[in-house]
């Protein structure tokens, strides 16, 4: 199954298990993106440098596509991976790999 998939499919489940929770949360996330001082593109670059430093997999496809559906480029995403690796050496660097799995879904 496809990360984002995966994510979708776990989203489900909580919503029956937990939907007070989690309808607060998606609450909170939605205001946190929402363009302010900063625009949407910027916050999910943002988002998808965290995930890279944070090693989440299922971060990173999450947050590449937000990066495309907010028009970032391939070259403004692989940047923004690159910003984990300067704060975390070698083990971000190969949570790369994970970031061109997904760009490679979106460009050719």
């Keep these: 199954m496809e990360r984002l998939q995966e994510t979708g499919a776990m989203m489900e489940r909580l919503m029956e298990d937990m939907p007070k929770q989690l309808q607060s949360f998606g609450a909170f996330v939605k205001g946190a993106e929402a363009n302010g001082a900063l625009d949407e593109k910027t916050k999910h670059l ?10 989440c997999s ?4 999450v947050h590449v596509k937000g990066c ?24 971000k660097l190969m949570y790369i790999e994970v970031v061109y799995e997904e760009l490679d879904k979106h460009f050719s």
């Design 46 to 55: 943002m988002l998808l440098s965290l995930g890279v430093a944070f090693q």
């Design 68 to 91: 495309v559906d907010s028009g970032s480029t391939k070259e403004e995403i692989l940047e923004a991976a690159m910003m984990a690796v300067v704060m975390g050496g070698g083990p």
């Design 58 to 61: 299922w971060c990173i496809a």
